[in-house]
């Protein structure tokens, strides 16, 4: 990589009639950095008293005087640029200057005689020259020429020049690549092998040039023109190819409108050409101020075109051309203001070289064969590029007796070739899908069926039957107990309805009117009265009670919920997943600690950092001595540990920002879990319920029973027979032997009712008459007898 800023020359163009004597001067004593000094004397007509600037002076890498002949502009000039573009880097020379100073004299040359060649025809001699002289290297060499006029880009070298119109010709368009490199569509590039295939295509684009008489040139150019000559080269026998550019531009000469007084067409040109200037100025003002973000390429097509040559990959030298006449001054002395600002651009030029991409792909081709051969030695066979319909149609058979055979341990061997393995993958998915499709049941499904078939122990399935009959009957108790809990609660409201008549009129009767039960219980007048007293107690009591009854069918359905989720599928995924959300959270806290006490670790170091700077200044002030020009150790210290912890703090949150996205991760995998296992319990659960509706005796013998009527004496009277019906079959009932595992309601009701609650069986289980509670009973029942052999057969 070279680092050079613009090199800018200037050169004054010879003037046809005696110049005034002193209006410039050029200083060549100090040999690295000439000077151009220019002369505006005072002119009496704008008064005596005058504060315009008499000298002005420019510096540049060197001045070219008058007499300056072509072959020192190119040796001088050009010629450094055409070395760098035969070594592999790329050119630009540029000419900039007003109408008529002499660019294109400069760029191209003069057609009166041999010696006024430009730098153009030159550069190509100089060129060819040196491939000829270079045997070892093969060199292509492409030749594009650019016009670009009222803002439009045109191929110079079309042939369809001649025969047609400006407008009909197709225009050149500037396109961007993702790297950010130019590309120019329906620009041709023709090869030359030859100087004179070059200098015939130069010749041929300056024909078809636009040129127009004007009051400042009589052949004055009215568009840019850029010819630019692309190097290739490569030594036998190498992938590395060299790539180089030269784009040698023309740049028409800006004017003044007001100056020159042109009109119509001559108007419109000079327009476009004053707007394209300024706008290259824009981008020379952007790239010589420093922090500037954005660099005004697109403005223009030609700050596109040149966009490498500006500040890029490429070592640019610009020729600034001088009119010194007295009526040029001004002009002139813009153009070297223009220089002086081109020469604080720095540019980076790059070697240019790569691996021939038709060399890379011959050796890709040739190392591919080669590892094909040796696959082939290995295997022993040769393989082509697919499988064969007979190689197909065996390895089907072999997936199928694959499937077929019982053995567990029985493997499908087809080699290493991995067209076989994939098709085989294919083959087996194919299959599966198929079988979901029409229903069939799958290998597993007949290992179940085998497993179910499997005759059990005569012990095993006594014990079994033993542990039902207990379950089934402490279902019976719990359903009984319901059963009576809600007649009880039914008769508290209507006691408590009852008891608010009484409240009415207990100051003139001590017994409720229209109770039967006052007369009996006259003897016994101070339990009544207590009673009395005591029935809002009572029946708050007895809804109490039935509340807790809810609640315990509540969490008996909780008890299945947790021994379903308990036997899923994916509880073992779903607590891995809890414990490595743990471990997440914990490290994420630790390490949002850490980076809290790294952020106030840094707070106090720059706090150090000022505190020591402000006592270093007040005690320079205080004792009047200038600030140390060695660097404190302290503070440089301070400021290594503050780089360091900004480092640490950087790689703790960046680490915090990967935890956090894995927590959320982890936290998103677990609530889909939790949903989807509700939803199978919910579904699971509503379908054991509906199948035990429809398939229930008691269900079916309550739908033909008759309604019984809901009395206070009705209630009391059922109530009774129960209590009796449970005196007589007390006995009947035996304790759990064995209390459920997982649960502890019916044990415990068991225990309490054994004394007081017939036992009936499971066939014939009473209902309350309440369809919402009945639901609920019955699927309870269902979902502990289906889990309870679901266990025990496991």
Not at 198 to 205: D, I, M, T, V
Not at 266 to 283: C, F, P, W
Not at 463 to 475: F, G
Not at 540 to 545: I, K, V
Request: a negative charge.
């Amino acid at each position: 990589m070279v680092k050079q800023t613009i090199q800018i020359f200037a050169r004054v163009k010879p003037t046809v009639r005696k110049q005034q004597q002193g209006i410039y001067s050029i200083d060549e004593e100090e040999k690295l950095t000439p000077s151009l000094e220019i002369i505006v004397p005072h002119d009496l007509a704008d008064g005596f008293v005058n504060n315009k600037r008499e000298s002005y002076k420019f510096k540049f890498q060197r001045i070219f005087d008058q007499g300056a002949n072509q072959e020192t502009i190119f040796e001088n000039i050009a010629k450094p640029v055409a070395e760098s573009v035969l070594a592999g880097y790329n050119g630009t020379i540029f000419a900039y200057g007003q109408t008529g100073s002499g660019k294109t004299f400069t760029i191209t040359g003069g057609a009166e005689r041999y010696s006024d060649r430009g730098i153009i025809p030159r550069t190509l001699s100089y060129i060819f020259e040196q491939l000829q002289k270079d045997s070892s290297t093969i060199y292509t060499t492409r030749i594009s020429y650019l016009e670009i006029y009222n803002e439009c880009g045109y191929d110079l070298l079309d042939p369809r020049h001649e025969a047609s119109s400006l407008e009909d010709l197709p225009k050149v368009t500037v396109f961007e690549d993702p790297d950010q490199n130019i590309h120019l569509k329906n620009l041709s590039l023709h090869q030359a092998a030859t100087e004179e295939e070059a200098l015939n295509l130069l010749f041929l684009g300056d024909t078809n040039r636009m040129i127009a008489e004007t009051p400042m040139n009589q052949a004055s150019t009215r568009s840019h023109c850029i010819f630019s000559i692309h190097l290739s080269s490569k030594e036998p026998g190498s992938a590395t190819v060299r790539h180089a550019k030269l784009h040698l531009v023309d740049l028409a000469g800006s004017e003044r409108v007001a100056k020159t007084g042109v009109g119509g067409q001559l108007l419109t040109e000079a327009k476009y050409i004053n707007l394209s200037l300024h706008y290259l100025e824009q981008v020379i003002i952007a790239l010589s101020e420093k922090h500037r973000s954005h660099i005004p390429y697109r403005n223009s097509m030609m700050t596109s075109v040149l966009r490498d040559s500006l500040g890029g990959n490429c070592m640019t030298t610009m020729i600034a051309t001088l009119s010194l006449e007295k009526r040029n001054i001004d002009e002139s002395i813009s153009t070297c203001r223009f220089a002086q600002r081109v020469a604080l651009i720095k540019n980076e030029a790059v070697l240019n070289e790569e691996i021939d991409p038709r060399l890379m792909i011959i050796r890709l081709q040739k190392e591919v064969q080669e590892l094909k051969d040796e696959l082939a030695i290995v295997t022993g066979e040769q393989r082509t590029e697919a499988l064969t319909d007979a190689e197909l149609l065996e390895l089907e058979k072999l997936i199928t007796s694959f499937l077929e055979d019982q053995d567990p341990e029985s493997r499908l061997e087809v080699g290493t070739d991995m067209r076989k393995i994939h098709h085989c993958f294919h083959y087996l998915k194919k299959l599966l899908n198929d079988k979901k499709i029409h229903g069939k049941s799958t290998v597993s499904s007949e290992i179940k069926d085998q497993d179910c078939q499997e005759p059990l122990k005569e012990e095993e399935y006594k014990k079994l039957r033993d542990l039902l009959q207990q379950r089934d009957n402490e279902i019976n108790i719990l359903v009984n107990m319901l059963k009576k809990e809600k007649k009880k609660a039914q008769d508290a409201l209507h006691s408590s309805g009852m008891d608010r008549s009484e409240c009415g009129h207990s100051k003139s009767s001590p017994f409720p009117p229209g109770n039967p039960e006052g007369l009996r219980t006259l003897p016994s007048s101070a339990p009544t009265q207590v009673q009395d007293v005591n029935t809002f107690g009572y029946r708050s009591s007895l809804l109490h009670r039935k509340t807790v009854m809810r609640e315990e069918m509540s969490l008996g359905r909780q008890e299945a919920f947790e021994i379903f989720k308990r036997d899923h599928a994916d509880s073992v995924t779903i607590e891995d997943n809890k414990q490595i959300l743990k471990q997440r959270f914990s490290e994420a806290k630790a390490l949002g600690e850490s980076i809290n006490e790294t952020r106030s670790k840094i707070g106090r170091l720059k706090e150090e950092i000022t505190q020591r700077h402000m006592q270093q200044v007040a005690l320079g002030i205080s004792e009047n001595v200038a600030m140390p020009s060695m660097p404190d150790l302290l503070e440089e210290k301070l400021r290594s540990q503050l780089e360091e912890e900004k480092i640490r703090y950087k790689m703790m949150f960046t680490r915090l920002k990967a935890l956090k996205v894995e927590i959320e991760h982890l936290q998103l995998l677990m609530d889909k879990a939790k949903v989807k296992l509700q939803k199978e319990f919910e579904a699971w659960w509503a379908e054991e319920a509906t199948s035990l509706q429809v398939n229930s005796p008691a269900v079916n013998s309550l739908n033909h029973m008759k309604p019984f009527p809901q009395t206070p004496e009705s209630q009391r009277e059922r109530s009774q027979l129960l209590c009796n019906q449970s005196d007589v079959n007390t006995r009947k009932i035996l304790p759990s032997p064995c209390p459920i595992p997982h649960s502890r309601e019916p044990s415990s009701t068991s225990a309490s009712l054994e004394d007081s609650i017939p036992e009936k069986p499971a066939s014939s289980i009473p209902l309350t008459g309440d369809s919402q509670t009945d639901s609920d009973i019955l699927a309870f029942i269902k979902a502990r007898q289906s889990i309870l052999q679901k266990k025990c057969f496991q």
